[in-house]
């Protein structure tokens, strides 16, 4: 199965960035218990960044709009993002913030986690984007961070005649502004059935396509992956992997749909792709070193054709 394209796009990208502290356990720890750390790692996370990253390594420039400070995080998502080859000269450093940091928790052997998340004092605002030369790109990808911005941002890209993309990973402030001024959405199945509770998903879906965007895909890890769309419902199951570290993987899911609806690939191609580059991210851990290439994913699919 050929899934290499030749189709070369921009993309930016605005949203949170946070240094994860990432920690393997035997077992996740219950409340007011104690675990041995089996191993540890720092890393640079995020929904958008680590998207960008992906895309960056199949050959698409990317470029980043975030916020961070200069203390040691600071230095780290710095020096993270050029090895991307992700832009950064839309972003804001800033002593008089600080940066985001996450305590990621990994069980070995089932690569579940929790995440406990610091995100507070870098907010962008709609008046950090004067100077944002939104024609020098095709696409845009949010994370709803910074919603206020995210809008501002998704309005200058449409007007630019570009593309919008929303990795929603939970309820955000002004949700329904910010999902009318998007063209594809991908969220857990836990958000949509938090956001419409007890209606089924291909309802709740379209519920989300009614504001105006074109397509909806749904992830829930074994589960599989949905795609809701103008021909209904397709789903893509999990591929079988001995999954090592899930954290990221609907990351890598929304940036591998993005390069597949930008080549112009059919939803069930896209939707085999994307699950495919979410899976074998999985086999390794981090999110960075491990994220697969074209060639990786290609090969992974014509192993499992």
């Known amino acids: 199965m050929n899934v290499v394209s030749k189709v070369p796009f921009s993309i930016i990208g ?32 995020g929904p958008v960044p680590t998207a960008l990253t992906l895309l960056s390594g199949l050959g698409v420039r990317a470029s980043f709009i975030g916020k961070w400070s200069r203390d040691d995080c600071g230095k780290m998502i710095d020096a993270n993002l050029d090895r991307s080859g992700v832009g950064r000269e839309c972003s804001i450093v800033s002593s008089t913030v600080r940066s985001g940091f996450a305590h990621v928790w990994v069980e070995a052997g089932t690569g579940r986690r929790s995440i406990a998340a610091y995100r507070g004092s870098h907010a962008l605002e709609p008046g950090d984007l004067t100077g944002v030369e939104w024609t020098d790109f095709q696409a845009l990808h949010l994370d709803g961070w910074s919603t206020e911005a995210a809008i501002v941002a998704a309005g200058q890209m449409k007007a630019a005649g570009g ?52 397509e909806v895909t749904v992830t829930h890890g074994d589960a599989g992956a949905w795609l809701i769309g103008a021909k209904g419902v397709t789903h893509q199951p999990a591929f079988s992997i001995d999954a090592v570290d899930t954290n990221g993987a609907g990351d890598v899911f929304s940036g591998a749909m993005i390069y597949g609806i930008m080549s112009g690939w059919a939803p069930e191609q896209r939707l085999r792709f ?20 074209l060639e990786r994913i290609e090969s992974f699919l014509s192993e499992k054709f």
């Not at 990432?22 to 720092?42: G, I, N």
């Not at 969220?187 to 956001?195: D, F, G, I, K, T």
């Not at 699950?275 to 981090?286: D, M, P, R």
């Open 14 to 45: 605005l949203g949170t960035i946070v240094v994860d502290h990432q920690v393997w356990l035997k077992m996740l720890p219950k409340p007011d218990t104690k675990a041995e750390v089996l191993s540890d790692a720092f890393q640079v996370g």
């Open 163 to 214: 593309r919008v993309f929303l990795d929603l990973g939970s309820p955000k402030p002004h949700l329904e502004s910010l999902v009318r001024v998007t063209d594809w959405l991908n969220c857990p199945l836990h958000l949509l059935e938090r956001l419409y509770p007890g209606e089924s998903l291909e309802k709740a879906g379209n519920r989300l396509i009614e504001m105006g965007v074109a």
């Open 274 to 293: 994307a699950s495919a580059a979410a899976a074998l991210k999985c086999c390794g851990l981090g999110n960075r070193e491990v994220l697969p290439t």
